[in-house]
């Protein structure tokens, strides 16, 4: 009986629920799609052996090459987009003095409402007898309306939409530890605002901006309900594709590969993400 | 008489430090008692391997005569005031207080709450909840949550390191005053001399994970054991192997009166310290000293040439 | 240059704004199109006419409920045991669940109800989603614990064993209380991501358990009336209070 023993055994029991959720709600879940990816598809949309490597080479039919390709540029084109959009921001809110706190707010509040709202909205705005079409018809300038909504640019504006605050946030934290001395030694030695920037401030908010961009490009990557909304359909990411393979086409087997290649994808990008904060400040 | 907390070799290795290398020790029912130390001496492990958060490497932990190694914190009779005093915020002071009664299930809760709080003078402050109350105020609920459970040992970690020093001064006295009172136990832990040295009835001297000198203050500072002893209760001039300590020593211009002893040394320079002044000099041996003057036995110039004088039964000869 | 940072940012925070404010300001509008008409709180009345409606968001409500008091749970106790000592498989699972995408999430729960009802006799209904939602928001309570206990001093729970606590009660009566903003905050906040999911939901739940966020989408995906707009514009007060309320326990 050792000092420890009392606590290991509470911890042992308040572990047992969450062990439990690892076991069946997450692993379990995983292996199993993990097994039908090596499965066939049956005669009506159900599985069967034989067991087979046929799914994952379908992957690199040019088709879903395709897809993973556009999905993959949609991801980077939205975390760029979304840094050179958020890293102004950021720099705002780190500057604002007392205010820092509500500012920060006002960017994660919007975030914490409904997604599905949040999509809404835009195809309100966006859709031909949306709010900027009407409004437009209305001044005169158009005659027909634009088509906003249904294809990529929609869906690229809604994933910036929806991801910003992951950009933002994560520099402004790197921004906020930065030693105010050091703008003040580079103005001290004659640099003014936009060479400060460059190459003082800029260059130390690396892994600020390494872990944004991290945070916003996994979930672009596997964006199902920005690109389904938005697009139209006419826009298939990787995750219309594997929604796809579960409804519509029901196979089963290529959509669990398609799973496990995105989640083999997710699971590089999270490995650089930790090295990254070992090696950053993040 | 059996003493009331004994310590046999008691060891305590972590996987990458070694804190306490076989300590034995017998605290004796009902005084002051003092570990002293610098920091990672292994004192703080030891009152803790004493109250239960540790287990020993090997050794043995005695309370009342029996071995408690394998008791738990809550099953063995001691009491910890912790060095930041450890209240619990949601509580009230007086539930504070009760915490560790209502636990044991123990009658006349109230009655045994009020006299605490009357002990430690905060009558009045019952329903204040510790961000309320001042450091000291803080402190006094702490030993009040420990006494009231009347244990066999009262253990008390740093509990003065948190208060500014005017305050140290006088909880010193409240302190050595209250234990005197209860009857309790009192063990402290300190890395302040000057602390120990006053409320102790005894202290034991560590370093390095072992006890190098165990007795009364006097003891301890006028006869140190080792040479660490010695230049840790207090400064100390070492001449030729021979330790002297600065109060005992004298600057005279001339030769000094019979049975002194001295070295011929050039003044370096001089310190006001408003009750005394420090001399320094730099012996004709070599080495540099300081001496302890009154304040109003003359001025020395850096330069001067002078005699560094002491009497021959104030020299500590140490190993 | 700070000039120029204040308005760059202002615009910012209309575009993260506006579209929710003209989508809640259009709900009042009195005609079904795009151009304002009146004032009207038509819509609103119709929400609560609608019988899907509201059967959808009882399920909702049902469903977030029952799953919050369970992840809350869960969650709370699995971030306190991690945080005694801490397990890498055990947060690399949580920190693995919060990244995967969704529709992964979602398949994959499929995957497992649909296997599991060789040997169990159910169907997709409420108890899948409801079990699907406790998957994926265990690890958002386990974060918002977290936090809190790095904030909790450890001598506290050591004072509780010194004065005669065991284990349990030092947790019972010295930490939990310590927890219980924190605990409300996480609980708030897993509500509100169980009230809105849809794309777990809608692979998990069976054909008469559908909640309010798939009527959403059907109605999105028709073009339907501004019922949305107004059933979205409660939506957004009533999370962000939630949100406003959870941030506000959470610095308690």
Partial sequence: ?282 | MESILELRDLVKHFPNHRAVNGISLKIPRGGFYSLLGPSGCGKTTTLRLIAGFESPTSGEVLLDGAVVNEQKPYQRNVSTVFQNYALFPHLTAAENVAFGLKRKNQPEIERKVREALELVRLTGKESRHPAQLSGGERQRVALARSLVLQPDVLLLDEPLAALDPKLRKQMRLELKEMQRRVGITFLLVTHDQEEALSMSDQLAVMNNGAIEQVGTPQDVYLRPRTRFVAGFLGAVNWIDGIGLRPEVTRISRGLPANGARFRPATVTGSVFLGNCVHVLARLESGEDAVAEIPRNNGAYQAGESVHFCWNPSDEMILP | MKRWLGLYAALVYLFLHLPLVILAAFSFNSSRFTVWQGFSLHWYRAIFQDRQLGESAWNSVIIAVVATIFSTIAGTLCAYGLWKRGSALLSGSLYLSLVTPEIVMGISLLALFQWSFRWLHWRLGLHTVILAHVAFSIAYVVIVIAARLRTFSPALEEAALDLGATEWQAFRFVTLPALLPGIVAAALLALTVSFDDYVITSMVAGVDSETLPMVIYAMARRGASPVINAISALIVVVFGALVLISERMREA
Wanted: aromatic residues 12%.
């Fill in chain 1, 1 to 282: 009986m050792t000092a420890a023993s009392g606590w290991e055994r509470l911890r042992a029991w308040f572990l047992l629920p969450a062990w439990i959720w690892m076991a069946v709600l997450f692993a379990a879940p995983f292996a199993i799609v993990i097994v039908y990816s090596l499965l066939t598809r049956g005669a009506y949309g159900g599985l069967g052996l034989p067991w087979t490597l046929e799914n994952f080479a379908r992957l690199l039919d040019p088709l879903y090459l395709g897809i993973v390709l556009r999905s993959f540029v949609m991801a980077a084109a939205t975390t760029v987009i979304c840094l050179l959009l958020g890293f102004p921001l950021a720099l705002f809110i780190s500057r604002a003095g007392g205010r820092k706190n509500i500012y920060l707010q006002l960017v994660i509040l919007p975030f914490w409402t409904s997604f599905l709202v949040r999509i809404y909205a835009w195809m309100f705005l966006l859709r031909d007898t949306g709010l900027i079409n009407t409004a437009l018809q209305h001044l005169g300038l158009i005659h027909d309306p634009l088509p906003l909504l249904y294809n990529n640019g929609a869906v690229l504006l809604g994933l910036v939409y929806g991801y910003l605050p992951f950009m933002v946030l994560p520099v402004y934290a790197t921004l906020e530890r930065l030693d105010p001395a050091l703008v003040e030694a580079a103005a001290d030695l004659g640099a003014k605002p936009w060479p400060t920037l460059l190459h003082v401030i800029l260059p130390l908010s690396v892994p600020g901006i390494r872990a944004g961009s991290i945070l916003v490009f996994i979930p672009a990557l596997g964006a199902y309900l920005t690109p389904d909304l938005l697009g139209g359909g006419r826009t298939v990411l990787i995750g219309n594709l594997v929604e796809n393979q579960f409804t519509n086409a029901r196979d089963w087997p290529f959509g669990a590969a398609l799973s496990v290649g995105l989640m083999a994808l997710v699971g590089v990008l999270v490995l650089l993400m930790l090295r990254s904060e070992r090696e950053g400040l993040v």
